[in-house]
């Protein structure tokens, strides 16, 4: 605390002044005390998530048991990984093109790229109804996973402009005296994308990667749009149990994937260290 | 080494250019293409329109009550950048000036949310705010106190305690996109912050400006970029919001995202809902060239 620091504070230390804790402490409760009492009461035992009745798993029996709803985890889970890796390889391959070469209409063409960043998703959303419901005619009853098709193209759209930005900030960094060391070493173009290239692409292509998946699993007004009637995506299901009837399930399913979201926080961690994580935001 | 000319290696120029530009045609500005001309069409039957070139769809959206709907979200979605500026600028300087060790863990704690699932969270918020929520429970215990302390200097009881409406309304939209926008805000704040020259700081506190006129007169132009950028990156996605209004507003809290929704589903008015995806879009774009301008004045003298 503020008041029993050994040293006294130095005028810029503003993070040790007492108002400034607190703010930062009441920021904080703010953003995790819902989180919490939603974990908390996916234990309660009562059918409110109001008081609470004593300690339950099973709203965890029901969720897990919940045919639709786990096929809803399964389809968004199958999306998200399928959209990455797709959206990995078209993100790094648009950033290099962007930083390596000069061509007519560049400016265009960049502009276009990170349009759908901006483009608000309800856009989107609408586009893709349109596009494939409309105009392409998609068919809604192919078999698993091809019937996840449409959303998934939809997905790749939104997610690998945010590839192209991280992977092109990080490409800013190298040294282009080594792509020429690689080629006078007698080394072609593509080994000098794979050997030199890649891994200095590495941490920008994790976080990517992270990025990714998490905006395809967080995403539920293009799926909306873009899924056939017949395609449910976890926050598809989720929204309709949340519209209809806010049940215990609900925060069973949630805490599951609030779980999943600690989880490849951690990964990423381990894998970068908590300071290249905060760095590429 | 600087840029290639694509010229002098068209085989490497083919192969890092084709996949992004073709998929970017086909899957984004053909589908773009297509909702801007609907919105230049008119229903003709109940699945057929017709692209007539008609400006009607456009002429309906200034009516009264759409002008109203997006001046209402640009209000509520001003308003929402603010208050996440104001909760957030402190926040990002404490982070700023944090010690080495603490300061990758609080970004860790301001992003986690951040890539919690938006659904998740905005159903975790209800859960608070409902009329039985938490909210109510302690608003309904500091009313209990209140009037147990009046008794206890002899004045009357307050009356008992009603809940108060706390979810699907207004006030529950508002409290919702701020939940949800404030690490977006944060971030960038921070990012600008934490290249800040701090002699330049320590030059003002030690010429005698108290904290806060420094904070006012040397933090805040000099951070200028950052809070601009961060404004931008919450009023966008907070103009577009359609989950946080449509589950936590009431009837009259609708933003434009709902009303388009309502064109494609419900109301089955496709070239209507298109001509106000457009007009959106370009009100996004507008905001966006406000920022550059901005962006290019200081870079101008």
Redesign the interface.
Known sequence: MAIFSRTPRA?????RTLW??L??GA??V??????V??MI?SFNDSK???VWRGFTFKYYDKALGNDVLVEALVNSLTIAALATLISL??GA??A??L?????PLKGA?DG??S??I???????G??????FAK?LEWPTDLIWPFNLGAII??H??FC?PFV?MVVRSRLATFN??Q??AAKDLGAG?WAVFRDVLIPHMRPALIAGA?LSF?LS??D??IAS?AGGPDTITF?VK??SM??FS?TPE??AA?TL??LL??L??AVA?KLQG??A??ET? | MAEQDWKTNKRVFAAVSLPTLLWTLLFFVIPMAIVWFYSFGENKGLTEIEFSGTLENYKRATEFLYLGIFGKSFAVAALVTLICLIIGFPVAMAITFASEKWRPWLLLGIMLPFWTNLLIRTYALMILLGSQGFANKGLEALWSSASWLKTLVGMQPLPTWEPVQLLFNNFAVVFGLVYVHLPFMVLPLYAALDRLDRSLIEASLDLGAGHFRTIMRIVVPLAAPGIVAGVMITLIPALGAYLTPDLMGGTDSQMIANVIERQFKKANDWPFGAALSFILIYAMFILIALQSMRRKVPEAR
């Open positions: 005028p810029l230390e503003y993070s400034m804790r703010w930062v920021v904080m703010f953003l995790y005390a819902p989180l009492v939603l009461f409110r998530n109001v390889i078209l391959v648009a290099v093109m930083w390596r070469f000069r061509f063409v276009t790229i349009l759908p901006i483009v608000p998703e309800i856009c989107m609408v586009a893709f109804l349109i596009f105009w193209i939809a790749i759209t690998f192209t282009r005296e792509e020429e173009e992270l998490t699993l967080d539920f007004v749009f926050p989720v929204y949340v519209r806010v609900v925060n949630s994937l609030i979201t600690i490849l926080t961690l908590v300071k994580i905060a935001h």
